[in-house]
T-cell receptor, first 114, second 113 residues
């Protein structure tokens, strides 16, 4: 079956512009996560959605970052007024959310802020 | 506060030999650990996991060992193959209202032909 799909795969933007990154999770997966990987770093948790519950936004680095998940499926991560330090690979993952069930990742969006 | 640590950023191993990737953790409440493999320009893929009630889990060439007293786990790959060259991440889910997965910084494995 289809895996997690992310678009675009690459995005180059100018400092100060807004960007939107999209994630289509695996059908039936109730949990959706956003992570980012900066150069030479591990995977940094950003935000988590589970069903209709309030999202866990504890990993968002600033109020320039926001995310939505519409209809319990597709998610959009928005970064406003991008800065150069926002350059990273943004990874989306979904899971069934049974305790400890593994995350299934998309291939990521590589964001470059010039 | 890095709860999951991978202290070796890179490792080179000859084809056919054993690769040992290490991971240390600080949170004794972790009850499950996972290993992921990541190729360039791809997302991480799940490799193998272990519950804290076990000390070993094996799947083909991959075995994960857990030493709870030392808060240490390791991934063994035997025999190593060139296709195993990738970045390996260990991870643990933290139940803090939600299941938040904490990842290490990764170890880049290079298997030399």
């Amino acid at each position: 079956g289809a895996g997690v799909s992310q678009s675009p795969s690459n995005k180059v933007t100018e400092k100060g512009k807004d960007v939107e990154l999209r994630c289509d999770p695996i059908s039936g997966h109730t949990a959706l996560y956003w992570y980012r990987q900066s150069l030479g770093q591990g995977l940094e948790f950003l935000i988590y959605f589970q069903g209709n519950s309030a999202p866990d936004k504890s990993g968002l680095p600033s109020d320039r970052f926001s995310a939505e998940r519409t209809g319990g499926s597709v998610s959009t991560l928005t970064i406003q007024r991008t800065q150069q330090e926002d350059s990273a690979v943004y990874l989306c993952a979904s899971s069934t959310q049974r305790g400890g069930s593994p995350l299934h990742f998309g291939n990521g969006t590589r964001l470059t802020v010039t | 506060d890095q709860q999951v640590k991978q202290n070796s950023p890179s490792l080179s191993v000859q084809e056919g030999r054993i690769s040992i990737l290490n991971c240390d953790y600080t949170n004794s409440m972790f009850d499950y650990f996972l290993w992921y493999k990541k190729y360039p320009a791809e997302g991480p893929t799940f490799l193998i996991s272990i519950s804290s009630i076990k000390d070993k889990n094996e799947d083909g060439r991959f075995t994960v060992f857990l030493n709870k007293s030392a808060k240490h786990l390791s991934l063994h790959i035997v025999p190593s193959q060139p296709g195993d060259s990738a970045v390996y991440f260990c991870a643990a889910p933290v139940l803090s209202g939600t299941y938040k997965y904490i990842f290490g910084t990764g170890t880049r494995l290079k298997v030399l032909a």
